[in-house]
């Protein structure tokens, strides 16, 4: 569809006036005059009675005048704004809104009533409770819980420990995971967490975290025997990748279904029994290039049939679904290369949501970092 540029003729006072209201809401003028236009059309055209202002003698009317040129390096983007609506415009204003305004708000609308808050609060303190009962417990889930509860998620050690445990399970080459090592290990105070806990899992992790933490940070510690220094400079990484490997693989299972889809839809058997419902989501990043966005699809295809014959006819709300993320199916999934996606991947997402919908079974688009929301939108 062709497009026409129209223009009038303004007074410096009203084009300051203008650049300001834009500058509000980290706009450009340009934004602004072409949102104020689709918004004064709609009301037009639903019939509004719209009040008319007096226009300044200083301002000549043009049907089709010169705009004057300005330097703006971002102008093009500008120009291809789609319209929006009163509501997408509310979502483009919020955009980096400050933490400040926003939570307030937010806590305002997750308020519950007092009958519905003090439910919330008993079940909460029940789950609480039967955890806490739980840290003996035998077997792999005893062991995992055992873990989590020594080393705090609140504690620099914690999430150093999460982010390791989830990295490791996506990372397949070794130097990869030991630099990964390296960097997260290192910097844990491990020592602090010695002989505290009753779980011999636990300390015996927390002992092969110490001495890596000692070796990678300090080769030359000065309690260090010899003998074990000449052990380590033989083995060192691979002894490091297997005693952090075994720990947080263990740990990486309480949170990731399986390694495949066929191992994640067995593993999901039992709690489906029991009412649980799963969303399967492929771990993965960004496509960098096409060869990525063809191997994800690959990936997301095979997952659909998978999941789809274990649905067996369940239906969207009764059976498992899959989850699909934008970017790994395109190489440049970014506002600057707004129609090459709509060119190239819709028809991507397309196929993929028939061959989803002809199991019956749910597809939920993963949400994207926050300058990608507009496009995913």
């Given amino acids: 569809m062709g497009t026409t540029t129209m223009g009038v003729k303004l007074d410096e006072a009203t084009r300051d006036r203008i650049r ?3 500058s509000q809401i980290d706009r450009t003028p340009h934004w602004l005059i072409k949102q104020a236009i689709f918004n004064y059309l709609e009301q037009l055209e639903r019939g509004d009675a719209l009040p008319e202002f007096p226009l300044q003698a200083t301002v000549q009317e043009s049907e089709e005048a010169t705009v004057e040129e300005l330097h703006q390096p971002f102008l093009e983007f500008a120009e291809h704004i789609l319209p929006q609506s009163v509501t997408r415009s509310a979502i483009t204003a919020a955009w980096r809104r400050p933490e400040t305004e926003a939570v307030p708000m937010l806590l305002e609308q997750a308020r519950l009533p ?5 439910q919330t609060q008993r079940l909460a303190h029940q789950l609480a409770s039967t955890l806490r009962h739980q840290k003996g417990a035998g077997g792999r889930a005893g062991m995992v819980q055992s873990l989590l509860q020594e080393f705090s998620l609140s504690s620099q050690e914690g999430v150093a420990l999460m982010c390791l445990a989830e990295a490791l399970l996506r990372i397949p080459d070794k130097p990869t995971r030991d630099a990964l090592i390296r960097d997260k290990i290192s910097n844990g105070n491990w020592q602090s967490h010695l002989g505290r806990s009753p779980s011999m899992f636990v300390n015996a992790a927390t002992w092969g975290l110490l001495f890596t933490g000692r070796l990678v940070s300090t080769h030359n510690e000065a309690n260090l025997s010899r003998s074990l220094n000449r052990i380590i400079g033989k083995s060192g990484e691979p002894l490091i990748r297997k005693g952090v490997d075994m720990a947080m693989r263990l740990m990486g ?3 990731v279904t399986g390694e495949t889809i066929a191992e994640a839809l067995a593993n999901a058997r039992k709690l489906e029994e029991k009412g649980f419902r799963y969303s399967y989501d492929m771990l993965g990043e960004a496509a960098l290039t096409k060869k990525d966005a ?34 790994a199916l395109h190489p440049r999934y970014s506002r600057a290369q707004y ?3 709509m060119n190239e991947l819709y028809p991507i997402l397309k196929s993929l949501t028939l061959l989803a919908r002809s199991y019956d079974i749910g597809i939920n688009i993963d949400a994207e970092e926050a300058d990608r929301l507009e496009l995913s939108l």
């Fill in 20 to 22: 300001q209201a834009a």
């Fill in 114 to 118: 007092q009958p519905l808050a003090q």
């Fill in 253 to 255: 299972e309480q949170f």
């Fill in 294 to 327: 063809e191997a994800y699809l690959l990936s997301y295809q095979q997952a659909i049939h998978a999941i789809g014959k274990a649905s067996n006819g369940r239906g969207i709300y009764e059976g498992p679904g899959i989850s699909i993320k934008l970017s």
């Fill in 339 to 341: 129609e090459r996606v």
